[in-house]
């Protein structure tokens, strides 16, 4: 957990809180959640999206696993009244075989130095009809219109940093590769567009300050690593403070999302 760019804290549990509420309806929009049964969430951090989850399917039976404990503590007081959070790896499950009906990965794969062993976790406990749902990132598709350079550089740094810290924040395009290798038959593979455009301002400026958040929530680790400076923190705040002033400037991104299952043998 030391490679998690992001942090740790007070401050990230509120983050990933209201990145949850913000990317709620490209999550969830299509995603087959079961109505019944159990659903077993991986790297559930600080469980948001246990909440999401519970909003939209009460009769769940929740269950989260994350590694970190200060995630696990957040968890276990924002959701522990509607979904058990277990601190564990989620590489090396303590859970039995074919024991839960559905198992979730949200925003967690890319920062996972085995995502095939996640992967074939969360296989091994799904019974034989079950499904696995990953919403992952390819941070390749991560673009402003027209171009903000400051961004830009930040942006392929933060990744590089990300990366360096055993990380993939491409892994989204491997996603149906993974699956298949780890023994899955995939089912389904969905494109998740975010897009924030002069169309829908009051969307546009949520979705600015969301970036502007994801962004300087990688600035200690990124200056630790020597990536970047005070002065291209400085640039980066100038160009998101540009792009919240100026309507015209859009911006995009594109997730993945796939839905597979055991194979059957």
Known sequence: MEGYIHGFGTEEEQRLWDQADVLAGAVFGRLPLLERGRLLELGCGVG??????HERRPGLELLGVELSPTHVAAARRRVGHIAGVLQADASRLPLPARCV????TIWVLEHVPDPAAVVGEALRVLRPDG??????VDNATFAFHPELPAVAAWWDRFNRVQADGGGDPFVGRRLAMIARDAGAEVLDVQDIAVVATRDEPARRDVLIDYIAHLLGSGARAMIAAGAVDAAELAALESDLDRARRDPTVGWEYHAVQMTCRPAVR
Request: glycine fraction near 0%; include cysteine; charge should be negative.
């Open 101 to 104: 009906d559905q198992a979730l």
């Open 131 to 136: 499904t696995l749902v990953c919403t992952e």
């Open 48 to 53: 948001a999206e246990l909440a999401h989850v």
